[in-house]
């Protein structure tokens, strides 16, 4: 079983940077797995935001993202980070850490609960 625990989400003012971080554990092999940060604002569906696969090291954003966040991960530590510059009140969110097996998924596998990002004008 797989278990992902994201961790650094909080109240920043816009302008704001702010850095999550998901840890991984339950497997020995997250180097090939595709890591990547969703988000759901109230009353709207969760949403993609960053992938980054462990094979061929492939980045992916939303447009909405784009010049703002970078997606990076530490293999040894099994960690994925979402750094989050210029933060809008519009990336107000819960976000989400997933992983999958697979390069580039349409669906992953597993899940993390979220952490609250609040972003105040």
């Known amino acids: 079983q797989v278990q992902l625990v994201e961790s650094g989400g909080g109240l920043v003012q816009a302008g704001d940077s702010l850095r999550l971080s998901c840890a991984a554990s339950?497997?020995?092999?997250?180097?090939?797995?595709?890591l990547g940060w969703f988000r759901q604002a109230p009353g709207k569906e969760r949403e993609f935001v960053a992938a980054?696969?462990?094979?061929?090291?492939?980045?992916d954003y939303t447009e909405s993202v784009k010049g703002r966040f970078t997606i990076s991960r530490d293999n040894a530590k099994n960690t994925v980070y979402l750094q989050m510059n210029s933060l809008k009140p519009e990336d107000t969110a819960v976000y989400y850490c997933?992983?999958?097996?697979?390069?580039?998924?349409?669906?992953?596998?597993?899940w993390g609960q979220g952490t609250q990002v609040t972003v105040s004008s």
């Open positions: 980054r696969t462990g094979i061929a090291d492939i980045t």
């Open positions: 339950g497997r020995t092999y997250y180097s090939s797995y595709t």
């Open positions: 997933a992983a999958s097996p697979v390069v580039r998924p349409k669906v992953y596998s597993y």
